[in-house]
């Protein structure tokens, strides 16, 4: 069975900085790309910024130059190093990791519980 387990979320004031990070447990194969995803209170869930096991990178518009996603792949680890925050980046953040447990499966897609992040003004 894989787990991922989310911490590092909390409360920070307007402006403040956080680090995020997700470990990926249990008899797995092979990770492709690992990354974080919020929903925020009463919203869907929206992709925050994700990361291939070649260190290429993407991010949602609101968060490019504010937010850093890195990996350590030895540690089946993914980070999220988030700076310069703001209300609306108060959320419950999951980590989402696209894997596979065999290298006779197809990958599929695995969440944390999630970690909530909340930003006072």
């Known amino acids: 069975q894989v787990q991922l387990v989310e911490s590092g979320g909390g409360l920070v004031q307007l402006g403040g900085s956080l680090r995020l990070s997700c470990v990926a447990s249990?008899?797995?194969?092979?990770?492709?790309?690992m990354g974080w995803y919020r929903q925020p209170p009463g919203k869907q869930r929206e992709l925050v910024a994700v990361?291939?096991?070649?260190?290429?990178?993407n991010y949602a518009d609101s968060v490019k130059g504010r937010f850093t996603i890195s990996r350590d792949n030895a540690k089946n680890t993914v980070y999220l190093q988030m700076n310069t925050l703001k209300p609306e980046d108060t959320a419950l953040y999951f980590c989402?990791?696209?894997?596979?447990?065999?290298?006779?499966?197809?990958?599929?897609?695995?969440w944390g519980q999630g970690t909530q992040v909340t930003v006072s003004s």
């Open positions: 989402n990791a696209y894997l596979s447990l065999s290298p006779l499966l197809g990958p599929n897609a695995y």
């Open positions: 249990g008899r797995i194969f092979s990770i492709y790309t």
């Open positions: 990361i291939t096991n070649g260190d290429a990178s």
